[in-house]
């Protein structure tokens, strides 16, 4: 058995094999990979023995699980009414632009997830950039460019199928 | 058995017959879109809606799924049932705005166009009913497609959006998808049924005789699977396109009609002995 079969055998004896728990079970799934790869979720529906596609739309459903992993830094960028007033949608813009990525997603060299979110309770700051649970105020296009750039990009290797 | 009054006309339905059967019965046209006779009514894009008369007070109600249990009234033609079912066409309207068949049916519906913004989907031209993913689903038993996404973003789609392994090829989703947005193309040189919009291919089985296109290989052994008849001629006879296998049924009937007159078995002469 591959460390990701074990994986899935763990995480289903869990809840006894019970389809109604499928989504405790994603969430489980997700929590020790980080996201919901796709070959865990066919592996996870074949052992339900439920299509594939209810499991994916179980994942699209929910904001909550992401198909895709996580970049190394989360970048969270305030979209609320007065962070867009002061320019938030033009450094939203910027940096879709220039990291190639969309809100929600992550860049592909996965230096970080970008994130668009509507209000951080934090108005008199505006417009604010939270980067990895760092608060940045007053920010503009540029000077997010200055602080996205500078995140330094760690080369991980990619983790292997293991037999055991 | 109740009666229903559609617009006057009276009609007597089995009890949990629908609305709309009694309708059909009564021959009065009530447009629909997600009904099909082979699943159960999806009831989602309640176009079907007539008004139901509850003495004191009325109600709209979707004709497809409404069971008939008691004596009932119900109006196609009042001014509030036709007022909602235009105004439910305007909204699919602007969800599939381009679309030719539901273009067509609006104009039926003496519905011009739609007033509200234009909806771009992830998905084009699609109404969302759901009759596809329900053919699928409890038809077939394959639940190749299903709903994903939410909001803006819900579509119909195979896991993934890739090509679906559990896709058989049978094509049965684009034979319901009322607005003809699911479509069979076929590949004829790589002798491959392929449905669209999702990309699903599969081999096409030929005729071992005359080399027709049959249906798709996967289709062949869900069916074999199903008859659960194992039996050396029945699998012969499933790689056969249907003209050809009536032809060698023929030949067969003629053959042991041979045979059994030679043996003095043939219908009446035995009887006669
Ligand atoms: S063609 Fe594929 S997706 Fe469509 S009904 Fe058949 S099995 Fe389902």
């Known amino acids: 058995m591959t460390v990701q079969e074990k994986l899935i055998e763990t995480i289903v004896s869990r809840y006894d094999g019970e389809v109604g728990m499928l989504i405790p079970m994603m969430q489980d799934l997700q ?21 594939v596609s209810r499991l994916y739309a179980v994942a699209t459903f929910y904001a909550s699980f992401r198909l895709a992993p996580k970049g190394q830094h989360e970048v969270t960028l305030c979209v609320g009414t007065v962070c867009y007033l002061k320019g938030a949608g ?5 940096i879709q632009e220039e990291f190639q990525v969309e809100a929600g997603g992550t860049t592909p060299d996965g230096l970080f997830t970008f994130q668009a979110v509507n209000c951080v309770g934090a108005c008199a700051l505006a417009p604010v950039m939270i980067v990895d649970g760092q608060y940045h105020d007053k920010v503009t296009p540029d000077s997010a460019m200055e602080v996205l750039r500078g995140l330094p990009l760690e080369q991980r290797q990619e983790q292997q199928e293991t037999k055991t | 058995m109740p009666t229903v009054t559609i617009d006057g006309i009276r009609v007597e339905v089995e009890t949990g017959a629908t609305v709309l059967d009694a309708a059909r019965k009564a021959g009065i046209w009530i447009p629909t879109l997600c009904y099909h006779p082979a ?11 007539v008004e139901l008369d509850r003495g004191d007070w009325k109600q709209l109600v979707t004709s497809c799924n409404y069971p008939v249990r008691c004596d009932i009234e119900v109006s196609v033609s009042s001014d509030r049932a036709v007022a909602a079912r235009r105004g439910v066409m305007q909204l699919l309207l602007a969800l599939a705005p381009e679309n030719e068949q539901l273009k067509a049916l609006a104009e039926r519906m003496g519905v011009e166009g739609t007033p509200y913004p234009t909806v771009t989907t992830s998905q084009r031209d699609c109404i969302l009913c759901g009759l596809c993913t329900a053919v699928c689903d409890e038809v077939l038993g394959r639940s190749a ?39 069979i193309r076929m590949h004829e040189q790589e002798g491959e049924i392929e449905i669209s919009p999702f990309k699903t291919r599969a081999k096409m089985l030929t005729c071992e005789q005359c080399g027709a296109r049959v249906t798709s290989v996967p289709v062949a052994e869900y069916a074999l699977n199903r ?32 045979l059994a007159a030679q043996a003095g078995y043939v219908a009446g002469t035995k009887k006669a002995e």
């Open chain 1, 90 to 94: 033009r450094i939203s813009e910027r």
């Open chain 1, 31 to 51: 929590a020790e990979s980080g996201y919901l790869p796709v070959d865990q979720l066919r592996r996870l529906a074949a052992r339900l023995d439920t299509p």
């Open chain 2, 39 to 49: 699943v159960s009514p999806p009831a989602t894009c309640r176009l079907c809606m």
């Open chain 2, 145 to 183: 497609i299903a709903f994903s996404g939410r909001g803006p973003d819900r579509a119909v789609t195979t896991p993934f959006r890739q090509p679906a392994e559990d896709c058989i090829g049978c094509g049965a989703c684009a034979v319901v998808c009322p607005v003809g947005t699911i479509r």
């Open chain 2, 227 to 258: 008859a659960q008849i194992d039996w050396q001629e029945f699998r012969q006879l499933a790689r056969l396109c249907p003209r050809c296998r009536r032809k060698r049924t023929a030949a067969r009937l003629t053959e042991g009609r041979t």
